[in-house]
Nanobody, 114 residues
């Protein structure tokens, strides 16, 4: 059974930083496409960043140069380093992976105050 557990969200002032973590069980992250998504109130869920099994990364234009996705294969954990946070980054952030179907974590709230 695949389980994804996110952590690291919180309240931060604009310009600050947070690092999100996603610990996985039941799936080997290094062999899968994995990513971070976010959903703000009243908006659709959107891709923030993804990383393939080969290590190729992809970022939403709105976070390029500020966010970095990475993966620790030994810990089977996905990270999202978020720097220079802006109020518009406020959302619930979800970790996801595809293994025959999409699996999602429960989400972690990120709130950026101005």
């Amino acid at each position: 059974q695949v389980q994804l557990v996110e952590s690291g969200g919180g309240l931060v002032q604009a310009g600050g930083s947070l690092r999100l973590s996603c610990a996985a069980s039941g799936v080997i992250f290094s062999s899968k496409l994995v990513g971070w998504y976010r959903q703000a109130p009243g908006k659709q869920r959107e891709l923030v960043a993804s990383i393939t099994s080969g290590g190729s990364t992809n970022y939403a234009d709105s976070v390029k140069g500020r966010f970095t996705i990475s993966r620790d294969n030994a810990k089977n954990t996905l990270y999202l380093q978020m720097n220079n946070l802006k109020p518009e980054d406020t959302a619930v952030y979800y970790c996801a992976t595809y293994s025959s179907r999409w699996y999602w974590g429960q989400g972690t709230q990120v709130t950026v105050s101005s």
